[in-house]
């Protein structure tokens, strides 16, 4: 019998504290980093919060309902990418378009005027070298007290889940992709 088998009989441990903000980071190769922040946004606009999206591959010509949504809501929402980098006709454009977009959470990030950003998507251009991770790391270090920031995407380098207070990795197990399936609209996006 595992831990996971029995409920809890004890309170959590004394001494924890309330911190000012907090930043996640979703990461891993399975379904849900996106979906796991956006949840996280609904539960933030009730509290009252401002909160502020901006992704990184998706561009404005998508139309999917977490950002419809999310507007509705009076999310902030910025879809500054330009699709996929194996849809990219040009991947010097592409380059410059997740640097520009990194510019603008920068600015976002540092403004004072959100309680919680979502930096959707933002591991890849990371990764890839189109966004220096040391900025990035000085920008969360240096963000306002009360901004919680969600990192999502897949491959977080090591960095950014060391800075994070909250790293989950989300595992695939099986995914309906490798038996052929093509991304469905009101499940995948």
């Known amino acids: 019998m595992t831990t996971q088998d029995v409920p809890p009989t004890e309170a959590p441990p004394t001494g924890h504290h309330r911190a000012p903000s907090l930043v996640l980071v979703n990461t891993g190769d399975g379904k849900g980093k996106s979906?796991?922040?956006?949840g996280t946004a609904l539960r933030a606009i009730?509290?009252?919060?401002?909160?502020?999206?901006?992704?990184?591959l998706k561009s404005g010509e998508w139309k999917v309902g977490e950002e419809d949504v999310g507007r509705r809501l009076g999310i902030d929402w910025w879809a500054l990418g330009d699709g996929f980098t194996w849809d990219s006709d040009d991947i010097d454009e592409s380059e410059a378009i997740a640097r520009e977009a990194w510019l603008s959470a920068k600015t976002r990030i540092g403004s004072?005027?959100?309680?919680?950003?979502?930096?959707?998507?933002?591991?890849?251009?990371?990764?890839?070298?189109?966004?220096?991770?040391?900025?990035?790391?000085?920008?969360?270090?240096?963000?306002?007290?009360?901004?919680?920031?969600?990192?999502?995407?897949?491959?977080a380098p090591t960095a950014l889940i060391e800075v994070a207070?909250?790293?989950?990795?989300?595992?695939?197990?099986?995914?309906?992709?490798?038996?052929g399936v093509m991304a469905r609209r009101g499940i995948d996006f």
């Not at 189109?130 to 491959?155: F, K, M, Q």
């Not at 207070?165 to 038996?179: G, L, N, R």
């Open 112 to 155: 004072d005027e959100y309680d919680l950003l979502i930096l959707d998507e933002v591991t890849y251009p990371i990764n890839w070298g189109w966004i220096d991770i040391e900025d990035v790391l000085s920008a969360i270090a240096n963000r306002p007290s009360r901004l919680n920031l969600i990192l999502t995407g897949r491959d």
């Open 46 to 56: 009730a509290r009252g919060w401002k909160v502020g999206v901006v992704q990184f």
């Open 35 to 38: 979906t796991a922040a956006f």
């Open 165 to 179: 207070d909250t790293a989950t990795e989300m595992k695939k197990m099986k995914h309906a992709f490798d038996q």
